[in-house]
């Protein structure tokens, strides 16, 4: 076996064993967090992937479904031609929606295995997330409507869009704001509107590292579900969606931790 020197009693120790763990205990710089997600990616991304293509999978076969009676109706012309945009567009927008949420959920329950170094399995990850998916949708929604709310109530209202870009900044900031509120309902049971305000708590004092983490990441994220089917023809376009949603959250997850480790165990829940 290998040895090193060590400088404390002059003498011989074993080597260092790797660390288990994806990130150190303590609060983490911003090359501890990218080095944090690019470690978790490469030991669990294989299980977080496939547990949110395998909980998407009744998801996406009604879509199919959806999409195929929509089809079938505008074909047979039993029904107006624009059945198929009515009906599709907003099946699609409830998937990405409800696969946002259940990647979130996936994120979420993997930290505390990836940061304590233990195993975890695909359907054991999908089973531990699977019951916090809808506080998780519940908070992404609440922070979506503070975020993008009055700018469509503005716009709803009859206002021209460049009347909204005041809004802009504002809207910019409570994304921001309650950038964490998704991750604090599923690692820590939080409902929605508790998430949103753990979130608020956390990114408090911190907002433009919260900024510089989740933004990068997200264009990161868009960049490679651009790249994928490029590369990988039709299966890069099967799994571009996944990676989308997927590769953002372990980075939102270690910053979450790091900000609980920063307040210290005196952060109560709720």
Do not use: C, K, N
């Not at 399995?121 to 519940?138: F, H, N, S």
């Not at 599923?186 to 590292?209: D, I, K, Q, T």
């Amino acid at each position: 076996m290998a040895q090193h020197w060590t400088h404390r009693g002059g003498g011989w120790l074993p080597p260092r064993s790797p660390r288990p763990e994806v990130i150190p205990l303590r609060p983490l710089g911003p090359r501890d967090i990218l080095d944090g997600t690019l470690t978790t990616l490469g030991r669990y991304g294989g299980r977080l992937l496939g547990a949110l293509l395998l909980g998407q999978l009744a998801g996406l076969l009604l879509l199919v479904a959806v999409a195929g009676a929509a089809t079938l109706a505008s074909v047979t012309r039993t029904v107006g031609s624009g059945v198929f945009v009515h009906t599709l567009v907003p099946a699609v927008a409830l998937f990405l929606l409800a696969g946002w949420a259940l990647a979130t959920a996936l994120a979420a329950a993997l930290l505390r295995p990836a940061v304590l170094g233990r195993p975890v399995t695909t359907l054991g990850l999908l089973r531990a997330a699977t019951p916090r998916i809808p506080a998780v949708l519940g908070a992404r929604l609440l922070a979506l409507l503070a975020a993008a709310g009055p700018g469509a109530a503005a716009l709803a209202a009859g206002l021209p869009p460049l009347a909204l870009l005041p809004l802009a900044p504002v809207a910019l900031w409570l994304g921001v704001l309650f950038a964490l509120a998704p991750t604090a309902a599923g690692y820590e049971r939080l409902g929605p509107v508790a998430a949103l305000r753990r979130s608020a708590r956390l990114v408090r004092g911190a907002w433009w590292r919260t900024f510089g983490v989740t933004v990068p990441a997200g264009a990161l994220a868009l960049g490679a579900a651009f790249a994928v089917p490029l590369r990988f023809g039709v299966l890069g376009a099967l799994l571009a969606p996944a990676l989308l949603l997927a590769f953002p959250q372990p980075a939102s997850g270690l910053l979450y931790m790091d900000r609980l480790l920063r307040l210290g165990p005196g952060l109560s829940p709720g």
